[in-house]
């Protein structure tokens, strides 16, 4: 599956910014979806996962309560939902697709066969 990142930008600190991760050639119905990010001289870290079914969410500590990941089917995309952002959240933010992807397994770099090219985030103090 082919995906496509967007939706980054500057942004003050405290503000909000809205993440899309389109699909083509297959339907995302069937993958579980990530959402990791790099930061420079950093290596790539875990942001949020959704399971396939839609049924379970999975968040990195440092982002709990302030990103929301959703998909919607029917676009055949996925989101994530940025708020109360921070200095420290700046970063290329990439999307990923596991088919079948399940449990906390989507908390890995290495489950994902498919990557979007990356959309970059950056949030000024």
């Known amino acids: 599956v082919q995906l496509q990142a967007s939706g980054g930008g500057l942004v003050q600190a405290g503000g909000s910014l809205r993440l899309s991760c389109a699909a083509s050639?297959?339907?995302?119905?069937?993958?579980?979806m990530g959402w990791f990010r790099q930061a420079p001289g950093k290596e790539r870290e875990f942001v949020a996962a959704v399971t396939w079914t839609g049924d379970n969410t999975y968040y990195a500590d440092s982002v709990k309560g302030r990103f929301t990941i959703s998909r919607d089917n029917a676009k055949n995309t996925v989101y994530l939902q940025m708020n109360s952002l921070k200095p420290g959240d700046t970063a290329v933010y990439y999307c990923?697709?596991?088919?079948?992807?399940?449990?906390?397994?989507?908390?890995?770099?290495?489950?994902?066969?498919?990557w979007g090219q990356g959309t970059q985030v950056t949030v000024s103090s």
């Open positions: 990923a697709a596991d088919r079948y992807g399940l449990g906390s397994e989507l908390e890995s770099v290495d489950t994902y066969d498919d």
């Open positions: 050639g297959r339907t995302l119905s069937a993958y579980g």
